[in-house]
T-cell receptor
Framework: KQEVTQIPAALSVPEGENLVLNCSFT??????LQWFRQDPGKGLTSLLL?????REQTSGRLNASLDKSSGRSTLYIAASQPGDSATYLC??????????FGTGTSLTVIP | SAVISQKPSRDICQRGTSLTIQCQVD?????MFWYRQQPGQSLTLIAT?????????ESGFVIDKFPISRPNLTFSTLTVSNMSPEDSSIYLC????????????FGPGTRLLVL
């Protein structure tokens, strides 16, 4: 069974720093991988989706990479802002609508 | 992208009762998903709801406990039956955008507390 791990579980950085969030998965036969943010008491907001054939996707200050063979993805956030404070979740998808979510990294950006 | 609403946003229920959660999407979608997020944990897929057919449940979830309806392409309901405190969770519905990269979009969630 697929297992998705996110390290660290929590991260606190001063405003303006660049940071990297990590996601690892045990079964590399994925269909795609998606990064989400979840604000307290809210649902999930999609940030980036990487297909299994892709190596990275970028949106604004966010860059997500995928190394399927090693079972890893990273989410790079440039010039962090207090508004980036949230929990970041990665999710892998297999064919047949099988989704597996990580436990998330709680990010706090200190003004 | 899809805009998804859920009702109720939160509820406090007594054990043994049932609660029906509604999920409304602003566009027609083929696939809708229901997730549970227990306190301090990540999301677990409960079932996939397709219009015109019975829902497909994941291991550990059964129709008697979590009956699902999908009457049309923009609406679905999830019922949490015969509730116990262990059912206290956030319940989220999501849809998949098949026109593009199959991105998943989520509703705001329903916070359920069972006493």
């Amino acid at each position: 069974k697929q297992e998705v791990t996110q390290i660290p579980a929590a991260l606190s950085v001063p405003e303006g720093e660049n940071l990297v969030l990590n996601c690892s998965f045990t079964d590399s036969a994925i269909y795609n991988l998606q990064w989400f943010r979840q604000d307290p008491g809210k649902g999930l907001t999609s940030l980036l989706l990487i297909q299994s054939s892709q190596r990275e996707q970028t949106s604004g200050r966010l860059n997500a990479s995928l190394d399927k063979s090693s079972g890893r993805s990273t989410l790079y956030i440039a010039a962090s802002q207090p508004g980036d404070s949230a929990t970041y979740l990665c999710a892998v998808r297999h064919t047949g609508n099988q989704f597996y979510f990580g436990t998330g990294t709680s990010l706090t950006v200190i003004p | 992208s899809a805009v998804i609403s859920q009702k109720p946003s939160r509820d406090i229920c007594q054990r043994g009762t049932s609660l029906t959660i509604q999920c409304q999407v602003d566009s027609q979608v083929t696939m809708m998903f229901w997730y549970r997020q227990q306190p301090g944990q990540s999301l677990t897929l409960i079932a996939t709801a397709n219009q015109g057919s019975e829902a497909t449940y994941e291991s550990g979830f059964v129709i008697d406990k979590f009956p699902i309806s999908r009457p049309n392409l923009t609406f679905s309901t999830l019922t949490v039956s015969n509730m116990s405190p262990e059912d206290s969770s956030i319940y989220l519905c999501s849809v998949e955008d098949r026109k593009g990269a199959e991105t998943q979009y989520f509703g705001p969630g329903t916070r359920l507390l069972v006493l």
